[in-house]
């Protein structure tokens, strides 16, 4: 059954629940040490790490918004991930400059992180853990 369709509401499909929802999602940038995420790794959502302990660094905000110039208006977000197949080291969320970070950074050894990258301001981006 189709879920009704009224003041402004956009549905994805048509409602049927029994199918999954599909989409593209590029292979995941693969890390065994500490490294910094261009946007365009970023926009692609998804990091693995295994490797000796180290940070993965956020671009710059100024990087970030040249890399995806259509996030222009506040209040503009994607999710990322990091998987940290690595069975004892952590992978630590570092922000670059223009950013604030929400919740912990730290991803320990065989867990994975959500994260909503968020824009706040005029250069200024938060990303917050979610999961």
Known sequence: M?????????Q?????ISEAQL??????TALTAAA????AQLSAGMFTFNGTAGNLTLP????????????VKVN????FFVVN????????LVVGTGWTIVGVAAVSANTSAQFRARKTGDGAWTAYRIA
């Open 12 to 16: 994805i499909g048509d409602g049927n």
């Open 85 to 92: 197949i690595d069975g004892v080291d952590a992978v630590t």
């Open 36 to 39: 910094t995420a261009t946007a």
């Open 76 to 79: 503009a977000a994607f999710d």
């Open 23 to 28: 989409f593209v999602q590029s292979a995941p």
């Open 60 to 71: 710059t905000v100024a990087d970030l918004e040249a890399g995806i110039p259509n996030a």
């Open 2 to 10: 189709a879920l009704p369709n009224g003041a402004g509401g956009y």
